[in-house]
T-cell receptor
Framework: LAKTTQPISMDSYEGQEVNITCSHNNIATNDYITWYQQFPSQGPRFIIQGYKTKVTNEVASLFIPADRKSSTLSLPRVSLSDTAVYYCLVGGDNQGGKLIFGQGTELSVKP | SQTIHQWPATLVQPVGSPLSLECTVEGTSNPNLYWYRQAAGRGLQLLFYSVGIGQISSEVPQNLSASRPQDRQFILSSKKLLLSDSGFYLC????????????FGSGTQLSVL
């Protein structure tokens, strides 16, 4: 299983772009990278997923370099409501269903 | 559309009492099912996962057990709760491919006193 490493916490201000990087040095060929957002007392919810290069949806972008040993979640123009914990999860068909979360990054957005 | 139901939302139990948390999924078949636990201010700890009926993989030995009596039902149990079992318990499901998204239930806040 690919172990993930993220910063424990980050601070930002409203309107800024936030980039959270996740390291996954032993990612397997078949693994995908998925990011989740969690608010207190709620289950995590899916934000974005990618395999390589860049993926963009209505809420975020995901940048994955060619070696795939890291990935960066980019949140454009954050607001106070983006204050949450963000997790990257690496998983693929070769894990037999086992999905282990890393420690996550606690993002605090200030006015 | 698929939905996941988890209950109860909160539970207060004395030490040594039994536990049964139930999770059901609708709108899909043969999902992978998961139980995670989250201590206050901590990350998500994988407890059990199941890729099919009767197939349970355990990540945390302790005094918890899980069962999958039906395709879309996942139950977390304990015969005797410990103080350390307190936490936020989350059930989740995904498709049967390892890279598919996880969808979480609303969680159960368990306090063991």
């Amino acid at each position: 299983l690919a172990k993930t490493t993220q910063p424990i916490s980050m601070d930002s201000y409203e309107g800024q772009e936030v980039n959270i990087t996740c390291s996954h040095n032993n990612i397997a060929t078949n693994d995908y990278i998925t990011w989740y957002q969690q608010f207190p007392s709620q289950g995590p919810r899916f934000i974005i997923q990618g395999y390589k290069t860049k993926v963009t949806n209505e809420v975020a972008s995901l940048f994955i370099p060619a070696d795939r040993k890291s990935s960066t979640l980019s949140l454009p123009r954050v607001s106070l409501s983006d204050t949450a914990v963000y997790y990257c999860l690496v998983g693929g068909d070769n894990q037999g269903g086992k999905l282990i979360f890393g420690q996550g990054t606690e993002l605090s957005v200030k006015p | 559309s698929q939905t996941i139901h988890q209950w109860p939302a909160t539970l207060v139990q004395p030490v040594g009492s039994p536990l049964s948390l139930e999770c059901t999924v609708e709108g899909t078949s043969n999902p992978n099912l998961y139980w995670y636990r989250q201590a206050a201010g901590r990350g998500l700890q994988l407890l059990f996962y199941s890729v099919g009926i009767g197939q349970i993989s355990s990540e945390v030995p302790q005094n918890l057990s899980a069962s999958r009596p039906q395709d879309r039902q996942f139950i977390l149990s304990s015969k005797k709760l410990l103080l350390s079992d307190s936490g936020f318990y989350l059930c989740a499901w995904s498709g049967d491919r390892g890279y598919e998204k996880l969808f979480f239930g609303s969680g159960t806040q368990l306090s063991v006193l």
